[in-house]
């Protein structure tokens, strides 16, 4: 239970996270994580039949969810006058979700739809799934979080059962309030709805991972949708326990490669007249921290041209060369440094996000103060000698490439992975 | 500083009615024109040190290309000045931990970003630098109308974005949505000329607004825009955005997609501006039927049939103008029961009226949930300069809530009636036609499609 009150505002930030995610999903069972996320949103047996969404959307508030790779979250942001419901709806699916065989049936239909909506039918739309598939090795760290068809259509409500009993207990949550309210009222209401829920045994996740590749990995995907060719680029990420430092040098060093107008990969004449859009960041969805299993450095390029890609990968390695060779000088580096401390405090003025980010580093990594510490270790800790290091990892580590090409027609065989 | 009035300090937040009128967001502390025309509005919300910066500027775009050579100056707005290149330029930004973007539509010119709090000086002084003297040589703009061009090329690609084009098409005719639309070939065709006419008309104080929220004491922030914006120049009479016309309903339009795998259908009827008193019962009403996630189209559509994940109606305003607007992506073989469903749900909207309990949900919905959407400054930052942009005043947010109170149950049923007529919608289907038209038999009737 996270109390972080900031009484400046009317508003307060509830958020839930539960120690499962997509990876942490048996194999056959693609794809449960999510779909039992639709289901718990809702809520519990207590707000059957209005549901979770309509009782907080009538104080005033709103909310939602997300299953990523090592996390479930349930978040909400109301007026501080919700804070007793919110936490009584929580404490209420967190107890008994209400769960119906109809519920089931049409929250696998919905998610159909947000599969259609979210990848089949957009331009590019297996990005950035389609990068852990071609780094990663281990079936939990290559899949998608949307899951197999097949095995999405054989669920059933037992198994829903035992998912929320293995994955749900309170043992596995972390409960995080922030915004507007007074920390004695919300420990003693806090106390009064969730200290007699049962404790229950928790399956423990499974330890996912993996040695680092040991050669590119390549892959060509078609693309009908797509009007231009892409690549997509993946490196692995430092560990962000054990190679902390490492770990925040390559936050900086994605944010000189790509993030400004003035980033390093937008200047050269060769990248930059290549590439209609380029995106580099890290963590599978662009938000750091995010999991604590193999995580990911992306960068995304669409160009016009068949040669594009070549000259954007060039770009790249002839960039990540000279950073590796010349240390960054200090004046581009606190400029950089301190744009993206401003942009990870700007995060934490909203308190439904801030509460979604600290809860997110007490539940990985059992540090919530990490999120707020995160603008001030980038601004004043990352030194240029440790993004050159950062940069000389990347150059010489191997990465997983893959090439979108525009339209059905995919080169004969081009769909499989292929060894460079 | 001439003709503004700076009013009363209010916290942020600290208001003393806070149980009483939830949601009740505050006054800005300060709303002033400057001798010059520019708007300065200011809102003290110190949550965390920085302060969120938005400028707007009106325009209406009066010719097929301007739209897209307003985009293009936008681009180049903030790629260095008369007196530093790009690189000294955005060094400077970034040295203060400052963003600052620009974007353009058919409407205004806005620049978007934020600054550490102690540095708003020095941000707002390279802010009136760009928008006073930017580098509009060709050298710059060269690279740009290629990217501008580019890059407008790849955002049609998306199927909502094929959608919005066809549906802009359909409710304003084609010489308005090209007059509206940028296109490629007009950004590779702009000129040095055009860029330097385009700003001299209309990057001028007069009729601009500039917003600042966050981390900020009212009086020195509006000291501080008054001294570094004080010397711009007004510019000729600031355009007023044109007032979009009244269009008909009638049938969809099909837009053929060959294998997509999900049909965008949105649909679009006329509406009531910002500033009109009719405004909160139409919107109420508007929530009951698909704004809210408890209202009637989505418990059907995605609770119930699970055809659609995200859907949805809501009101799209632009100065002088509303459009009521239903949306929901639904698979091919859903595509005609999705919209025989909307249609039943309007046709209800008359039929069987939105109820006291349904209303009143609506109601506590949108009080309370304006004010939590508008908790971080940013939200509210951007919040203010879209309400201000349709015209109404800095005391809207402030006012919202008490003015919803005073809607009468009997208002609603009104604005039900009169505005979800099935007969008054029009809009679009993106499909692939081959999946779709053998599911059209007897839905064909259902909104013409």
Redesign the interface.
Known sequence: MLLAPNPVGASIGVAVHYNVGFRTEPEGRTGLAHLFEHLMFQGGRGAAPVGYLPQVQRAGGFGDARTRQDVTVYYAAAPASALEMLLTLEVDRMRAPFISARNLRTQTAVIDEEIRLMVRNRPYGTFPWVLPRALHRRAENARDGYGETVDLASFDIPLCERFFADHYGPGNAVVTLTGAFDRGVAERLVRRHFEDLPARETVRSPDLHEPLPGEERRLTVGDPHAGSPAVAVGYRMPDPVTERADYLAHLVLAALLGQGRQALLRRGPTAASEAASLSVGCGLFGLPLDTAGPDLLTLFAVHEHERGAEHILDALDATLEALATDEIAAGPLRATTARWAAGAMRELGDPGTRAQLLGLRETLFGEAELTQALPELVRGGVTGEQVSRAAARLRSSHRAVVHFVPGQAVPRGAAREMTA | MTGGVVQGRRG??S?PD??GA??RLPLPDADIVLGNGLRVVVCS??????VEIRLTTPYAATAPGEVTHCQLLAELL??GTAHRD??DY??AL??????LDAAADARRLTVTG???ADALPAVLALLAEAVRGPRLTEDVLA?ER??LA??I??A????AALAQHALLRRRYGEDRAARWQPTPEQAAACTRDDLARLHARHLGARSAVLVLVGDLRPEEAVAMATEVFGAWEPGPEGDVPEVPPWFPGGPLHRVDRP????SVIRLAAPALPRTDPGYPALHLAQLVFGG???SRLVARL?????????LGSGVESVPGASTLMVEA???AE?TAPALAVIREELERMAADPPSVEEID?AR??A???T???M?????LASGLANLLHVGVGSDWLHNWGPLLEGVAHDEVGEAARRFFRPADFTGVVVADEAAVAPLRRGAAEELGF
Do not use: C, I
């Open positions: 942020y937040g208001r806070a149980g939830q949601g919300a110190p949550v965390v040190p920085l903030l790629r790009a690189d955005d060094a970034a040295a203060h931990g400052a963003t934020h600054t550490m690279p290629e990217r580019r890059r090329r790849l049609t690609h998306p199927p294998g997509a795998v999900q809210s996630f408890a995605r609770e119930d049939k699970g055809y659609a994940y995200q992506d639904t698979a859903h949900a506590s919905y009080v309370g949930s004010a939590t959407a908790s971080s400054p940013g939200a």
